[in-house]
């Protein structure tokens, strides 16, 4: 029981950072209908950014903040310098650039960096309190839930109570009536990107501590358990983006928990063709028929 | 004035006016005539371009003509070889051994092809993604059979004195390379391209025309997932080895470029394909030996694959044999609207 109740910790701790990355991609499929392939290589680009800022100045909180801003600055370019001028008549198209984006991204962090692990420091202990004799949670789980409640609260804030955000949601729901309108759509479409690469890199910091460190492939497991997790919520639905997250997390606490770590990879290709061939519109999504 | 679909369809008829047949004989005698002349080690690379072609060739069948994408043709790349390492060390018997792997890696490839039939687009790509990321942890969860990171030694005959390892080695390559791409040339002419071809254009019109549709996805990706074993068991024989970091998520993505590059659904396109997939990284690696770094190593060949990949996709999506024919489809695509 003590096991379990740590393992639902672990897991939910996991999960709030799941559901983040997924949040990312949900935001840029909501914007531009195009699930963003190099998420995960962005992130790791962005980590590298903060990692470098940390080593020089010392400091964990410049290189957070680095690493965020720097995500923001590269999800605007990839947007600007290359998707846009993506052919989208067949959804093929931009999967493809996204991932010769990842490409590019993965080579050129490599000749900078090297291909080994690079230890990384989190800012916080990952040693659990004792409560009632029973490891629990420890004050870097705090943090992450902290720090991914606060993204979710600020996006949910700015997409419901703000002028900005209703744009953003007009350009992607209805991209002609809203260029009619005087609603700056590429510079919405632009935002979007933006906005989710710095939420995609502040899920890509999170998780670095908690694995082996960094290393341009880093990412690429939290991008399949990420795209699991928004698929199981829906790929359109940012409550279904958190839970799923959530819900993924879990699985993979359990599993590595109780099974080995070496099977969780294969509990959430399990799952996701699970949900893909069970409920492929995912638990929360409204949309009748999935066309893309 | 020709109207520009009878055009595309005037400039298709030409094409295959030329029987596969009277390419792959000429090629076959040309392969032989150049494993005499060339050294070892450009044998080698021969070969290898042959091993890769057999997994470009039914890849491009797949995503060109079918409009499949799938990222996961590495994974069954590895599936291929780990059946053959089994195999050989078991039975020491190599045609036996290739059969066995083709077979087997048409069974996974057409489970996954099952599941491939509901999904389009991003959700394909995403699946196929996992197995590509996730199949090479299963080494390490049953790593008595497959013996986790080191991975398994393949058990060869050695090859008659007359010639040496990397000659044979070209002729096995190329020997299934040909006949792969021959099979595939005679079946993407007939019904079964065109099915292929109605399906990707408009899955509802192909359905009120009579073809299966789920029926031909669920074969191109078994069609395609052979030709991935085939060309996964060859690596093992090239590698004389498999271990799970032979079939990176990189391979994956370098097949995409692969076809992306040469022009989608061309056989001559997953040709033009697997020569760079060898030349690149070769030339690459010159580079990074003649400038001393080693982080240069790998990593230049992956960034160049990126741009390139990037590149065509932004100003020629039908990649580079089809650069004419693009501009004609533009036109028709235009009359139609």
Not at chain 1, 21 to 28: E, K, Y
Not at chain 1, 98 to 114: E, S, T
Request: hydrophobic share 55%.
């Amino acid at each position: 029981m003590d096991r379990f109740l740590y393992l639902t910790f672990d897991g939910l701790s996991r999960g709030a950072i799941y559901a983040a990355f997924a949040l990312a991609l949900v935001l840029i499929w909501r914007a531009a209908r195009i699930v963003n392939f190099a998420q995960g290589a962005m992130a790791v680009a962005a980590a590298y950014a903060g990692y470098s800022v940390t080593n020089a100045t010392g400091s964990y909180w410049l290189g957070f903040i680095t690493a965020v801003a720097g995500g923001l600055l590269l999800g605007a370019a990839v947007e600007r310098v290359v998707m846009r001028f993506v052919d989208h008549s067949s959804p093929l198209n931009g999967v493809v650039v996204a991932l010769g984006l990842v490409l590019i991204i993965q080579g050129v962090l490599g000749m900078i960096y090297g291909n080994e692990f690079r230890p990384a420091q989190a800012p916080f202990s990952r040693d659990a309190f004792q409560i009632g004799g029973v490891a629990l949670l420890s004050r870097y789980d705090l943090f992450v839930f902290a720090a991914v409640g606060t993204v979710v609260a600020l996006l949910t804030l700015l997409f419901t109570r703000t002028p900005t955000g209703l744009r953003m949601r007009a350009a992607a729901f209805a991209p002609d009536v809203s260029r009619l309108l005087g609603v700056p759509v590429g510079g919405m479409l632009t935002l979007g990107w933006a906005l989710a690469a710095a939420v995609g890199s502040l899920a890509g910091m999170l998780v670095v501590p908690t694995e082996l460190g960094l290393h341009p492939n880093a990412m690429d497991l939290l991008f399949i358990s990420a795209f699991t997790a928004a698929v199981l919520g829906g790929l359109d639905s940012p409550v279904g983006a958190v839970v799923g997250g959530l819900v993924v997390g879990l699985l993979l606490a359990y599993v590595s928990g109780y099974l080995g770590a070496t099977v969780a990879p294969m509990a959430v290709l399990i799952l996701l063709v699970v949900v893909l061939l069970g409920r492929p519109d995912g638990l929360f999504s409204k949309a009748k028929a999935r066309t893309a | 004035m020709v109207s520009a679909p009878k055009k595309v369809a005037i400039s298709r008829k030409k094409r295959q006016r030329i029987s596969p047949l009277l390419v792959v004989i000429p090629a076959a005698a040309l392969i032989l005539a150049l494993t005499y002349a060339l050294p070892p080690f450009r044998n080698y690379q021969l070969a290898t371009v042959g091993a890769y072609l057999c997994v470009t060739a039914g890849l491009t069948v797949l995503t060109g003509l079918n409009g499949q994408l799938s990222l996961g043709h590495g994974a069954l790349m590895a599936t291929g070889a780990y059946t053959l390492a089994l195999m050989q060390n078991r039975f020491n018997l190599l045609v036996a051994g290739i059969v066995v792997a083709v077979l087997v890696t048409t069974v996974v490839g057409a489970v996954i092809g099952l599941a491939a039939a509901r999904l389009r687009g991003p959700y394909l790509a995403g699946l196929t993604l996992a197995v590509a990321v996730v199949v090479p942890s299963i080494a390490s969860t049953f790593d008595e059979t497959f013996n986790s990171d080191q991975g398994l030694t393949v058990a060869l005959e050695p090859p008659p004195d007359a010639i040496t390892v990397e000659q044979w080695q070209a002729w096995v390559c190329w020997g299934a390379a040909l006949v792969t791409v021959l099979l595939l040339a005679y079946l993407i002419r007939g019904r079964f391209g065109r099915d292929l071809r109605a399906v990707r254009d408009d899955e509802t019109a192909a359905k009120l025309a009579g073809i299966g549709v789920a029926r031909t996805q669920v074969l191109a990706f078994v069609v395609s997932a052979a030709c991935a074993g085939l060309a996964g068991a060859l690596f093992a024989v090239l590698a004389q080895s498999v271990s799970p970091g032979a079939f990176p998520l990189t391979l994956s993505l370098f097949l995409l470029m692969a076809i992306v590059i040469g022009g989608l659904g061309r056989l001559v396109g997953a040709l033009i394909g697997a020569v760079l997939l060898v030349a690149l990284p070769s030339f690459a690696q010159s580079i990074a030996e003649s400038s001393g770094s080693v982080r240069l190593e790998g990593n230049l060949a992956l960034t160049f694959f990126g741009v390139v990949l990037v590149v065509v996709m932004l100003a020629a999506p039908g990649g580079l044999t089809s650069l004419t024919n693009l501009r004609i489809r533009r036109k028709s695509q235009k009359g139609r609207k």
